[in-house]
């Protein structure tokens, strides 16, 4: 008898323990699923640098977390993916930062035209205070921005042979879910038709649109070049994206508190998670610029669209068309951000000459 209740109150406070600390025996054992979804083909930046995360956070916590990559839209695609994570349907996405300006408009910053000279002046700005201000600001909407990650510049292609604004007048061109884009082709005299990536190589071929706007590394893993004409290097923005990630499942993971309870091995899961995220990062910013040099170049080689570069005055007609934009945005992006963001872009001032030595 005395025995029987004595394991009677042993079971509870084991129960009471796991429940507790919200897992059980058996639970302890089996590795967290996390499942992370994008748009592009695997041999991108963005395609390489997720299976790097995936390589990286499994071996910083074996047997604790286990990483599936879905690349091409497989799981989600664009018109579905940030409310798939805020259903916890996935846990890591990293859309471009020009899908999400219905969860925060300081965001279009990155989408207004000509603002950045490369991708640099980007990368600097997202490691601003201002740029950092950026990940966390769609907190109260549910999503953690983690790290920003580089494609590159885009450029504008039509089925048409082109130059400047006036020769894309009247054109359809599909555009990613950006109001500032939509404001951009209107700016040109051309429509802009917001559109999922998956589905824009059909659209072209079948000529639902006349053009589109990408990065090289786009274009050529989805093989827009074979259905387009010219791809002008229009140079007219960045192509980045915002690892971001439902930010309930985030800070519900096993952090410090719970450490050693993992197999007695310490299971400070958001820490290794976020180490693997740094460290894809970095690899990600490495090969985005050789991968798009890459495609530029195979594009060329493949003969079939034409890549044409500007001349300094074709250019200025583009920057010129744009000032509308600016314009429209500027209330809600804020005057002040989107000087922070400009001042990267700025030349280098003249170093002040040394005061002469005295001998
Ligand atoms: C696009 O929709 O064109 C891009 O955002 C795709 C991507 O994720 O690079």
């Not at 809600?332 to 922070?340: E, F, P, R, T, Y």
Request: net charge positive; hydrophobic share 40%; glycine share 6%.
């Amino acid at each position: 008898m005395f025995k029987k209740i004595t394991n009677l109150l042993t079971a509870i406070s084991f129960f009471a323990v796991t429940t507790l600390f919200g897992f059980s025996a058996s639970a302890q054992q089996a590795p967290i699923v996390i499942k992370l979804s994008h748009v592009v083909a695997e041999n991108t930046p963005k395609g390489l640098a997720s299976l790097k995360f995936k390589e990286l956070a499994e071996k910083k916590l074996p047997g604790k977390v286990q990483v599936q990559v879905f690349p091409n839209s497989q799981l989600f695609g664009d018109a579905k993916e940030l409310e798939a994570l805020l259903l916890n349907d996935v846990q890591i996405i990293n859309p471009s930062l020009s899908k999400f300006d219905r969860y925060t408009k300081k965001i279009q910053v990155f989408d207004l035209p000509f603002l950045f000279k490369d991708s640099k002046a980007a990368n600097d700005f997202q490691n601003s205070a201002d740029g950092k201000a950026l990940l966390k600001s769609m907190e109260d909407k549910g999503l953690i921005g983690l790290e920003y990650w580089a494609n590159g510049m885009r450029h504008f292609s039509t089925n048409k042979d082109f130059r400047v604004p006036a020769d894309v007048k009247g054109l359809k061109f599909r555009i990613q879910a950006s109001d500032v884009y939509e404001s951009l082709l209107k700016a040109f005299g051309a429509n802009g038709q917001k559109m999922a990536f998956a589905e824009v190589y059909q659209a072209l071929q079948t000529g639902v649109v006349d053009g589109q706007e990408n990065t090289f590394s786009n274009m050529y893993s989805q093989k827009f070049h074979e259905v387009q004409k010219t791809i002008v290097e229009t140079n007219h923005g960045i192509l980045d994206y915002m690892v971001v990630v439902n930010a309930k499942w985030w800070n519900g993971l096993p952090a410090d508190i719970r450490k050693g309870l993992w197999n007695g091995l310490p299971a400070d899961i958001r820490k290794g998670l976020s180490e693997a995220m740094r460290e894809a990062t970095i690899y990600n910013n490495q090969i985005s610029r050789e991968k798009n040099e890459e495609a530029r170049k195979a594009i060329i080689d493949s003969g079939k669209a034409k890549v044409v570069k500007l001349t300094d005055a074709q250019l200025a007609e583009w920057k010129k068309a744009v000032a509308p934009v600016y314009a429209q945005f500027e209330k809600d992006i804020g005057v002040d951000l989107i000087k922070s963001a400009q001042k990267y872009s700025q030349p280098a001032q003249p170093k002040a000459e040394k005061p002469a030595t005295k001998k």
